[in-house]
């Protein structure tokens, strides 16, 4: 048998340190896992079910490599968030055994068409156009567990043509990384190369035509892009 059409290229993240790749499969999201940001989008901090929205590997942007800012929206709003990377995948993963399952941690940008998003929201309709944008996720390289361990505390924040905007630490997450690959494993079979993107802190808000994106995970990497 023979491909129809050409296939795509696989989307990938570099190792550090490494001359490997990661192949990337699948593009999961946490919503809302950052108590501050829950209050200023308007919901309950209250620790509640995790839910989860999906972004295409097509959509990550690597390498420091421009984001389009998008059409149809006048309202991209930043999320600077730390991403999870598996080795290995499952179902019905056990928390306590859930750290073994990834391969490494990287950062990256969960860029919103807020003003769709709100729209999609208030009709009960799906968010892809407002999550899953083409380029809607600048993303750095990968940098393994098995160098830098498991992070679950350390400053994680965004400037913005050098200000900050958003500031947070790690530890301030809802639903901690074990939790987050516990729960995804009973909703859907995880695999290697499947992404976690975990969270953002407060402070998101809008983006204009040429601002520079500088985004710091500690113990972890860096993240920068400018809006083209």
Same mark, same amino acid.
Request: charged share 25%.
């Given at each position: 048998?023979?491909?129809?059409?050409?296939?795509?290229?696989?989307?990938?993240?570099?190792?550090?340190?490494?001359?490997?790749?990661?192949?990337?499969?699948?593009?999961?999201?946490?919503?809302?896992?950052?108590? =501050?940001?829950?209050?200023?989008? @308007?919901?309950?901090?209250?620790?509640?079910?995790?839910?989860?929205?999906?972004?295409?590997?097509?959509?990550?942007?690597?390498?420091?490599?421009?984001?389009?800012?998008?059409?149809?929206?006048?309202?991209?709003?930043?999320?600077?968030?730390?991403?999870? =990377?598996?080795?290995?995948?499952?179902?019905?993963?056990?928390?306590?055994?859930?750290?073994?399952?990834?391969?490494?941690?990287?950062?990256?940008?969960?860029?919103?068409?807020?003003?769709?998003?709100?729209?999609?929201?208030?009709?009960?309709?799906?968010?892809?156009?407002?999550?899953?944008?083409?380029?809607?996720?600048?993303?750095?390289?990968?940098?393994?567990?098995?160098?830098?361990?498991?992070?679950?505390?350390?400053?994680?924040?965004?400037?913005?043509?050098?200000?900050?905007?958003?500031?947070?630490?790690?530890?301030?997450?809802?639903?901690?990384?074990?939790?987050?690959?516990?729960? $995804?494993?009973?909703?859907?079979? $995880?695999?290697?190369?499947?992404?976690?993107?975990? @969270?953002?802190?407060?402070?998101? @808000?809008?983006?204009?035509?040429?601002?520079?994106?500088?985004?710091?995970?500690?113990?972890?990497?860096?993240?920068?892009?400018?809006?083209?």
């Amino acid at each position: 048998m023979r491909y129809a059409i050409t296939p795509p290229d696989r989307v990938h993240l570099s190792v550090r340190g490494s001359d490997e790749i990661y192949p990337v499969r699948r593009v999961y999201c946490v919503g809302r896992n950052y108590a =501050a940001h829950a209050i200023e989008m @308007g919901h309950d901090p209250d620790r509640e079910d995790p839910f989860f929205f999906l972004k295409c590997p097509e959509n990550i942007v690597t390498g420091g490599a421009d984001f389009p800012y998008p059409t149809c929206s006048s309202g991209v709003h930043h999320e600077i968030e730390t991403v999870v =990377a598996l080795a290995h995948g499952g179902r019905d993963i056990a928390v306590e055994n859930a750290l073994e399952h990834v391969f490494g941690y990287g950062i990256g940008l969960d860029m919103t068409r807020r003003d769709l998003q709100g729209e999609m929201k208030k009709q009960g309709r799906p968010w892809e156009i407002g999550k899953a944008f083409d380029h809607s996720a600048p993303m750095s390289g990968l940098v393994r567990a098995s160098e830098i361990g498991h992070p679950d505390a350390g400053a994680i924040w965004l400037k913005v043509n050098g200000e900050v905007r958003q500031s947070g630490d790690m530890n301030q997450m809802i639903w901690k990384v074990p939790e987050m690959i516990a729960c $995804l494993s009973r909703l859907f079979e $995880l695999a290697p190369g499947d992404l976690i993107m975990t @969270g953002t802190p407060s402070g998101v @808000g809008p983006v204009s035509r040429g601002d520079v994106l500088h985004g710091f995970a500690e113990g972890i990497g860096e993240v920068q892009c400018k809006v083209a």
